[in-house]
């Protein structure tokens, strides 16, 4: 999978992009600080390890704004599973007050969060964290339309961007009997940025040199981010960056990941 150094120039960076086989790749060198990394990572432990009957307060059913808590098995993203997913998830978005102008347009309004005594800091590190990813989101944003030569920043002054966390089980996955981490999908925005701490799990459908596909495991270093094309990005540039098909399947003796 092509490895893209986030320290290039927009130049360095568009070039690789037009070569890419899949609508995957790593990122490294980003701006992301270890102590960051550290710190959103720690707190995503710290939400999953609430009682079950904590999370459920602040649960996506409790309201219309796909915000809060998803538990494990609700997500079923291939149907063709017998089953939802092992892993449970959480998601929050741009923190909109009742009364704001956007809060009466679909997804728009405010978060729901654990309290501070469940998870110190829990709401201002989720917060830097997606304000600085939007930062990176941003500059391919920006990246895209020189490949595209045309501009998109106009279309995202205030895009609808989520962030969200998930906890896998260690639960052995087995394709065969319906059960996966996550089942098959592609992604329906236009960019995902994912830090999985180097924990093995996803796997993403590739091109071979026969013109077949595979599914083929992802290995990142610890801090590296996985990035990858949405439906919205393919349907935008004409299949220039294609959406491309990607699972979690959790390996035998796996630990709980996180992401």
């Not at 996506?60 to 939802?84: F, I, M, Q, S, W």
Request: aromatic share 8%; net charge negative.
């Amino acid at each position: 999978m092509e490895v893209i150094d986030y320290t290039q120039s927009d130049e360095e960076i568009a070039k690789q992009l037009k070569s890419l086989r899949s609508g995957f790749f790593i990122l490294t060198k980003h701006p992301l600080t270890d102590h960051l990394i550290s710190r959103i990572m720690s707190a995503t432990r710290s939400l999953f390890a609430l009682p079950y009957e904590a999370k459920e307060k602040i649960s996506v059913t409790h309201n219309n704004l796909n915000r809060g808590y998803t538990p494990l098995g609700e997500e079923k993203l291939d149907p063709a599973l017998k089953r939802g997913g092992t892993k449970e998830g959480y998601y929050i978005s741009r923190d909109i007050h009742e009364g704001h102008p956007l809060a009466r347009l679909p997804l728009h309004g405010p978060n729901v969060y654990p309290t501070e005594e469940q998870v110190p800091g829990f709401r201002e590190v989720t917060a830097v964290y997606m304000e600085e990813v939007s930062k990176i989101g941003m500059r391919f944003v920006r990246i895209i339309g020189m490949v595209l030569e045309k501009s998109l920043e106009q279309y995202f002054e205030l895009p609808m961007q989520f962030l969200r966390l998930l906890h896998y089980t260690p639960e052995e996955s087995d394709a065969d009997q319906g059960v996966m981490g996550c089942g098959e999908h592609t992604d329906f925005g236009m960019l995902t940025f994912l830090l999985t701490c180097g924990e093995p799990g996803l796997e993403v459908l590739v091109p071979t040199e026969g013109g077949g596909k595979e599914w083929t495991p992802v290995s990142v270093d610890s801090n590296a981010l996985v990035v990858n094309f949405g439906d919205f990005l393919a349907i935008l540039s004409e299949g220039r960056f294609p959406s491309t098909l990607h699972r979690v399947r959790t390996p035998s003796g796996a630990k709980d990941r996180y992401s």
